[in-house]
């Protein structure tokens, strides 16, 4: 069940992050809520929490250390992807997306059609590095 509602999330996400480079407050708190939710009725314990809030502090310094290269929704959706995946599968599929991030952005340039200022959202290559994941069997 958790698969589909994180995937519902992730591709609402998506599609804000494409169409208006931003993501919602409302789909981020309420996301966040349901992750809080589903962690406690799985009952991780409390060693869970301190690294799930450790590096969840950790990805929003970067965020702001950045001045937001890599946004502060990117960043939130961290946080939530980890309270539903679990902090380790969370990395696995945040290293993915940023391989996706990496091919995707040297095809760009290799085709001459933008130059290395040039933005991309990241939540749709996120999302598409879970799925991957799901397919997978992840």
């Known amino acids: 069940m958790e698969?589909?509602?994180?995937?519902?999330?992730?591709?609402a996400a998506s599609w804000t992050d494409l169409k208006w480079r931003a993501v919602p407050s409302w789909l981020v708190i309420t996301a966040g809520a349901g992750?809080?939710?589903?962690?406690m009725i799985e009952r991780r314990g409390i060693w869970y929490w301190i690294?799930?809030?450790v590096s969840s502090a950790a990805i929003l310094i970067v965020c702001r250390a950045t001045r937001q290269a890599l946004g502060y929704g990117d960043g939130l959706m961290w946080s939530v992807m980890a309270l539903y995946l679990g902090i380790w599968k969370n990395i696995r599929v945040w290293m993915m997306a940023v391989v996706f991030t990496f091919f995707f952005?040297?095809?760009v340039l290799i085709s001459g059609k933008r130059n290395r200022k040039t933005?991309?959202?990241?939540l749709p290559f996120l999302t598409a590095a879970y799925l991957l994941e799901l397919f997978k069997g992840g």
Not at 35 to 39: F, P, R
């Open 119 to 122: 933005e991309f959202p990241f």
């Open 105 to 107: 952005s040297a095809a």
């Open 35 to 39: 992750g809080v939710l589903y962690t």
């Open 51 to 53: 690294f799930w809030s």
């Open 3 to 11: 698969r589909w509602i994180l995937t519902g999330i992730l591709a």
